[in-house]
């Protein structure tokens, strides 16, 4: 994919994934793009309201990550938003007080914060994620934890 159209493309899905009002900010500018929205939230996926912090040095991270079937992340946490969109595969993020969100190829996730989970593909096929942190310079996005209930 060319350059420019894969920046414009990711740009647009961060965008999208962080609530962007497609209306107002495209307004008929770009004639023949259509634009599909994925999520608008107030909350991560358990129910907790969205905050920024205000950082020195932010720092945008964008990965493809890959699941194979079976596999697990196994426990972590992000100390920074995470947003996330399903390409491939099943998802289940299991978290500490033992719930648990399913999430499917064309789903976008937006992570907890500071909350210890566990993602494991519950499919039979590889788990293939487009993933940003919003995260600072030089400090971490992911945290390995142990899980304190069994």
Request: proline share 6%.
């Amino acid at each position: 994919m060319h350059a420019a159209r894969k920046f414009f493309s990711v740009s647009l899905l961060l965008f999208l994934l962080i609530g962007g009002s497609v209306s107002d900010s495209f307004g008929g500018e770009y004639e023949g793009v259509k634009v599909t929205p994925l999520i608008k939230t107030t909350t991560s996926t358990d129910g907790q309201k969205l905050s920024y912090p205000k950082l020195d040095n932010p720092e945008v991270t964008a990965l493809i990550v890959e699941i194979p079937p079976g596999g697990e992340t196994g426990w972590h946490l992000h100390p920074v938003a995470v947003y996330a969109y399903v390409l491939s595969g099943s998802l289940t993020i299991e978290m500490e007080n033992g719930k648990r969100y399913s999430f499917k190829e064309g789903d976008a996730i937006i992570e907890v914060v500071n909350t210890p989970h566990n993602g494991i593909n519950t499919g039979q096929v590889p788990v293939k994620l487009v993933v940003f942190y919003t995260g600072e310079l030089e400090k971490p996005t992911t945290v390995k934890v142990k899980r304190k209930y069994q």
